[in-house]
Protein backbone atom coordinates (compact mmCIF):
# COMPACT_ATOMS: atom_id res chain seq x y z
CA UNK A 1 0.00 0.00 0.00
CA UNK A 2 1.09 3.70 -0.74
CA UNK A 3 0.93 6.17 1.77
CA UNK A 4 2.29 9.77 1.77
CA UNK A 5 3.49 11.87 5.31
CA UNK A 6 3.26 15.75 5.04
CA UNK A 7 5.54 17.00 8.13
CA UNK A 8 4.38 20.22 9.25
CA UNK A 9 0.36 20.92 8.74
CA UNK A 10 1.25 24.58 8.80
CA UNK A 11 4.71 26.89 8.00
CA UNK A 12 5.51 30.14 7.94
CA UNK A 13 8.09 31.83 6.45
CA UNK A 14 8.97 35.72 5.70
CA UNK A 15 9.02 37.28 2.33
CA UNK A 16 12.51 36.00 0.80
CA UNK A 17 12.94 32.98 2.41
CA UNK A 18 13.96 29.99 1.75
CA UNK A 19 10.73 27.66 1.55
CA UNK A 20 11.12 23.39 2.61
CA UNK A 21 7.84 21.62 2.65
CA UNK A 22 8.24 18.17 3.69
CA UNK A 23 6.91 14.73 2.26
CA UNK A 24 7.87 11.23 3.04
CA UNK A 25 6.68 8.33 1.32
CA UNK A 26 5.99 4.41 1.39
CA UNK A 27 5.28 2.73 -1.89
CA UNK A 28 5.79 -0.88 -2.52
CA UNK A 29 6.37 0.17 -6.04
CA UNK A 30 8.69 2.65 -7.69
CA UNK A 31 6.43 5.71 -7.05
CA UNK A 32 5.36 8.23 -8.89
CA UNK A 33 5.26 11.45 -7.23
CA UNK A 34 3.72 14.76 -7.20
CA UNK A 35 3.23 18.03 -5.83
CA UNK A 36 0.29 19.91 -6.16
CA UNK A 37 -0.69 23.49 -4.56
CA UNK A 38 -4.25 24.92 -3.73
CA UNK A 39 -4.92 28.64 -4.26
CA UNK A 40 -8.00 29.68 -2.15
CA UNK A 41 -11.28 28.93 -3.91
CA UNK A 42 -9.24 27.01 -6.34
CA UNK A 43 -8.92 23.50 -7.41
CA UNK A 44 -5.23 21.79 -7.00
CA UNK A 45 -2.99 22.52 -9.55
CA UNK A 46 0.29 20.70 -10.48
CA UNK A 47 3.59 22.40 -9.34
CA UNK A 48 5.94 19.43 -10.60
CA UNK A 49 6.24 15.26 -10.85
CA UNK A 50 9.00 12.86 -10.62
CA UNK A 51 8.08 10.31 -13.10
CA UNK A 52 11.95 7.45 -12.43
CA UNK A 53 13.43 10.50 -14.60
CA UNK A 54 16.43 13.22 -13.08
CA UNK A 55 16.03 12.82 -9.43
CA UNK A 56 15.82 16.86 -9.05
CA UNK A 57 12.80 17.63 -10.55
CA UNK A 58 11.66 21.60 -11.50
CA UNK A 59 8.61 23.01 -11.70
CA UNK A 60 6.49 26.37 -12.13
CA UNK A 61 6.39 29.13 -9.82
CA UNK A 62 10.69 28.41 -8.82
CA UNK A 63 9.96 25.56 -6.89
CA UNK A 64 12.03 22.28 -7.54
CA UNK A 65 12.01 19.01 -5.68
CA UNK A 66 14.87 16.13 -4.93
CA UNK A 67 13.85 12.55 -4.97
CA UNK A 68 15.47 10.72 -2.63
CA UNK A 69 14.79 7.12 -2.71
CA UNK A 70 17.06 6.01 0.19
CA UNK A 71 15.49 8.64 2.68
CA UNK A 72 12.03 7.75 1.00
CA UNK A 73 11.42 11.33 0.66
CA UNK A 74 10.36 14.05 -1.63
CA UNK A 75 10.52 17.63 -0.62
CA UNK A 76 9.97 20.44 -2.11
CA UNK A 77 11.72 23.86 -1.70
CA UNK A 78 11.94 27.12 -3.64
CA UNK A 79 14.76 29.65 -2.40
CA UNK A 80 13.25 32.62 -1.96
CA UNK A 81 9.28 33.10 -1.15
CA UNK A 82 7.16 35.55 -2.23
CA UNK A 83 3.99 36.46 -0.73
CA UNK A 84 1.92 35.30 -3.91
CA UNK A 85 3.38 31.79 -2.74
CA UNK A 86 0.98 31.46 0.27
CA UNK A 87 -1.25 28.56 -0.50
CA UNK A 88 -1.73 24.95 0.80
CA UNK A 89 0.47 22.14 -0.70
CA UNK A 90 -0.44 18.59 -0.82
CA UNK A 91 2.68 15.79 -1.61
CA UNK A 92 1.01 12.81 -3.59
CA UNK A 93 1.97 9.34 -5.00
CA UNK A 94 0.34 7.14 -7.44
CA UNK A 95 1.77 3.80 -8.55
CA UNK A 96 1.95 5.13 -12.01
CA UNK A 97 -0.83 3.34 -13.67
CA UNK A 98 -3.05 5.81 -13.90
CA UNK A 99 -5.50 5.00 -10.65
CA UNK A 100 -5.77 6.17 -7.63
CA UNK A 101 -3.20 9.33 -6.25
CA UNK A 102 -2.74 9.09 -2.39
CA UNK A 103 -2.46 12.62 -0.93
CA UNK A 104 -0.72 13.86 2.21
CA UNK A 105 -3.05 16.02 4.25
CA UNK A 106 -1.60 19.21 3.27
CA UNK A 107 0.47 21.87 4.32
CA UNK A 108 -0.67 25.15 4.50
CA UNK A 109 2.27 27.66 3.71
CA UNK A 110 2.13 31.09 5.19
CA UNK A 111 4.74 33.96 3.80
CA UNK A 112 5.15 36.95 5.95
CA UNK A 113 5.80 40.51 4.81
CA UNK B 1 -8.54 25.59 -23.76
CA UNK B 2 -11.66 25.07 -20.78
CA UNK B 3 -10.41 23.53 -17.62
CA UNK B 4 -11.93 21.27 -15.31
CA UNK B 5 -15.55 22.28 -14.45
CA UNK B 6 -18.02 21.44 -11.59
CA UNK B 7 -21.52 22.53 -10.46
CA UNK B 8 -22.55 23.53 -8.07
CA UNK B 9 -19.85 25.10 -6.82
CA UNK B 10 -21.39 25.53 -3.15
CA UNK B 11 -24.56 23.07 -1.83
CA UNK B 12 -26.27 23.09 1.79
CA UNK B 13 -28.53 20.22 1.76
CA UNK B 14 -30.45 18.49 5.05
CA UNK B 15 -29.74 15.47 6.05
CA UNK B 16 -31.46 12.40 3.86
CA UNK B 17 -32.23 14.66 0.85
CA UNK B 18 -30.34 13.96 -2.36
CA UNK B 19 -27.65 15.81 -4.13
CA UNK B 20 -26.17 15.39 -7.63
CA UNK B 21 -22.69 16.77 -8.26
CA UNK B 22 -21.23 17.04 -11.73
CA UNK B 23 -18.01 17.00 -13.70
CA UNK B 24 -16.87 18.53 -17.00
CA UNK B 25 -13.65 16.84 -17.67
CA UNK B 26 -11.37 18.50 -20.01
CA UNK B 27 -12.67 17.61 -23.36
CA UNK B 28 -10.48 14.51 -24.48
CA UNK B 29 -9.70 13.23 -21.27
CA UNK B 30 -10.50 9.65 -21.11
CA UNK B 31 -9.58 9.19 -17.76
CA UNK B 32 -12.21 10.78 -14.63
CA UNK B 33 -11.63 10.94 -11.06
CA UNK B 34 -13.43 11.94 -7.99
CA UNK B 35 -12.00 12.64 -4.49
CA UNK B 36 -13.29 13.93 -1.43
CA UNK B 37 -11.75 16.70 1.47
CA UNK B 38 -13.36 16.00 4.76
CA UNK B 39 -12.50 19.17 6.61
CA UNK B 40 -8.88 19.13 8.08
CA UNK B 41 -8.25 15.65 6.41
CA UNK B 42 -6.52 14.32 3.10
CA UNK B 43 -7.83 14.34 0.18
CA UNK B 44 -9.27 10.58 -0.71
CA UNK B 45 -9.43 8.99 -3.79
CA UNK B 46 -13.18 7.90 -4.68
CA UNK B 47 -13.20 6.21 -8.13
CA UNK B 48 -11.54 6.34 -11.53
CA UNK B 49 -13.26 6.34 -15.12
CA UNK B 50 -11.76 5.53 -18.07
CA UNK B 51 -14.37 6.46 -20.80
CA UNK B 52 -17.98 4.97 -19.40
CA UNK B 53 -16.07 2.43 -17.52
CA UNK B 54 -15.45 2.40 -13.34
CA UNK B 55 -11.70 1.43 -13.30
CA UNK B 56 -11.65 1.41 -10.09
CA UNK B 57 -14.58 2.28 -7.12
CA UNK B 58 -12.32 1.21 -4.34
CA UNK B 59 -12.55 4.90 -2.52
CA UNK B 60 -16.61 5.00 -3.11
CA UNK B 61 -17.60 4.84 1.44
CA UNK B 62 -20.82 3.06 0.89
CA UNK B 63 -23.74 2.01 -1.55
CA UNK B 64 -25.45 5.95 -0.75
CA UNK B 65 -23.14 7.19 -3.23
CA UNK B 66 -23.83 6.82 -6.96
CA UNK B 67 -21.02 7.78 -10.09
CA UNK B 68 -21.88 7.84 -13.50
CA UNK B 69 -20.40 8.85 -16.89
CA UNK B 70 -22.75 8.57 -19.71
CA UNK B 71 -21.28 8.46 -23.13
CA UNK B 72 -18.06 8.65 -21.43
CA UNK B 73 -18.09 12.78 -20.95
CA UNK B 74 -19.08 14.38 -17.87
CA UNK B 75 -20.05 12.47 -14.71
CA UNK B 76 -22.37 12.70 -12.46
CA UNK B 77 -21.82 11.64 -8.18
CA UNK B 78 -25.19 11.43 -6.63
CA UNK B 79 -25.02 11.18 -3.02
CA UNK B 80 -29.00 9.68 -1.79
CA UNK B 81 -29.63 10.16 1.18
CA UNK B 82 -27.18 12.63 2.59
CA UNK B 83 -25.90 12.15 5.54
CA UNK B 84 -23.78 14.70 7.97
CA UNK B 85 -20.67 12.74 7.69
CA UNK B 86 -21.10 13.26 3.60
CA UNK B 87 -20.08 16.72 4.07
CA UNK B 88 -17.05 18.12 2.87
CA UNK B 89 -15.03 19.41 -0.49
CA UNK B 90 -15.66 17.07 -3.52
CA UNK B 91 -12.91 17.25 -6.16
CA UNK B 92 -13.05 15.65 -9.63
CA UNK B 93 -9.83 15.82 -11.93
CA UNK B 94 -9.75 13.93 -15.50
CA UNK B 95 -6.08 12.97 -17.16
CA UNK B 96 -5.80 12.25 -20.96
CA UNK B 97 -3.89 8.91 -20.94
CA UNK B 98 -3.37 6.38 -17.96
CA UNK B 99 0.33 6.38 -17.69
CA UNK B 100 1.11 9.99 -17.46
CA UNK B 101 -0.74 10.38 -14.76
CA UNK B 102 -0.60 13.78 -13.50
CA UNK B 103 -4.42 14.80 -13.39
CA UNK B 104 -6.18 17.92 -14.18
CA UNK B 105 -8.33 19.31 -10.91
CA UNK B 106 -11.75 20.98 -10.88
CA UNK B 107 -12.32 23.50 -8.18
CA UNK B 108 -14.35 21.32 -6.25
CA UNK B 109 -18.37 21.07 -4.79
CA UNK B 110 -18.30 22.32 -1.11
CA UNK B 111 -21.14 20.11 0.25
CA UNK B 112 -22.35 21.11 3.61
CA UNK B 113 -25.42 18.74 5.03
CA UNK B 114 -27.19 19.75 7.59
Known amino acids: AQSVTQLGSHVSVSEGALVLLRCNYS??????LFWYVQYPNQGLQLLLK??????LVKGINGFEAEFKKSETSFHLTKPSAHMSDAAEYFC???????????FGAGTRLFVKA | EAGVTQFPSHSVIEKGQTVTLRCDPI?????LYWYRRVMGKEIKFLLH????????ESGMPNNRFLAERTGGTYSTLKVQPAELEDSGVYFC????????????FGPGTRLLVL
Open chain 1, 27 to 32: SSVPPY
Open chain 1, 92 to 102: AVSDGGGFKTI
Open chain 1, 50 to 55: YTSAAT
Open chain 2, 49 to 56: FVKESKQD
Open chain 2, 93 to 104: ASSPTSWDSAQY
Open chain 2, 27 to 31: SGHDN
